[in-house]
């Protein structure tokens, strides 16, 4: 895919991977539509790129209306919608019997939900032209359990679920589907989850999560990446392995 010709959508973009992700393509010459439920941190982010074919648009990824208005947005701001990144995420590091049910919620309907609304609003935008990419940061969390961690498990097992069976359904309405499940990453995201030093080098960096969305977007669109898992070489679980 040319990234010069499309108009790119990216969820939870005001930090962390997110932000890498829009950064990447707008370096790319992508026209990108940044989304996060945080407004200020959101608009803040864009003035950080200073770019105009950055636009900023506030949304919660659980209603299906708010993704509705965010695919028109990015149509009327850039023209088609090309790709759509769903990479708004939210996890709690805790026991499961400590968690409360709005907790439960809310980790459900932002990791499970979210993608599946955004995926929704951006195949209702890519199926008229049979052109697009879907790409839905999942995690390698979706691949085996992970105690202090089991509804972000739960629901990044169904988030992968459902990415694969949209693959098969929109595969033959010319747009692709991608799942990219990077292991921790570098953001913040694991602060608080162990009491046990975790040096910087055992983690993924954002950037490099935003190259690996790079590599799979300027695929030929002839070609489906269907799933690729992105860890780094010191991650704590190949050491465990090897221990």
């Known amino acids: 895919m040319d990234l010069n010709q499309i108009s790119g959508v990216v969820t939870g973009a005001a930090r962390g991977i997110g932000f890498s992700i829009a950064q990447a393509l707008l370096r790319a010459g992508a026209r990108v539509v940044l989304s996060d439920s945080d407004g200020a941190a959101l608009e803040a982010a864009v003035e950080r790129l200073g770019d105009a074919a950055a636009l900023s648009f506030r949304a919660d990824v659980t209603s299906a209306s708010e993704m509705a208005a965010l695919a028109s947005a990015a149509a009327s701001h850039a023209g088609p919608v090309g790709l759509w990144v769903n990479n ?54 979706s691949l085996r359990g992970i105690p202090g961690e089991t509804v972000y498990c739960a629901a990044k097992w169904g988030a992968r679920g459902f990415t ?20 921790g990453v570098d953001t913040g995201f694991w602060q608080g989850a162990t009491d046990r030093p975790m040096p910087v080098e055992d983690f993924l960096s954002a950037q490099q999560v935003a190259e690996a969305v790079m590599t799979l977007a300027q695929m030929d669109d002839g070609v489906v990446p269907q799933e690729l898992v992105l860890r780094a070489l010191r991650d704590r679980d190949f050491a465990q392995k090897t221990s």
């Open 88 to 141: 708004a995420g939210l996890a709690r590091h805790r026991a499961i019997r400590d968690y409360t049910e709005s907790e439960i919620d809310l980790m459900l309907a932002v990791n499970l939900k979210g993608t599946i609304l955004g995926s929704q609003a951006a195949l209702r935008a890519m199926v008229p032209v049979r052109r697009g990419h879907i790409i839905n940061i999942i995690s390698t969390a």
């Open 164 to 183: 694969q069976g949209l693959r098969e359904e929109a595969a033959p309405e010319g747009v692709r589907v991608t799942a990219l499940l990077p292991g």
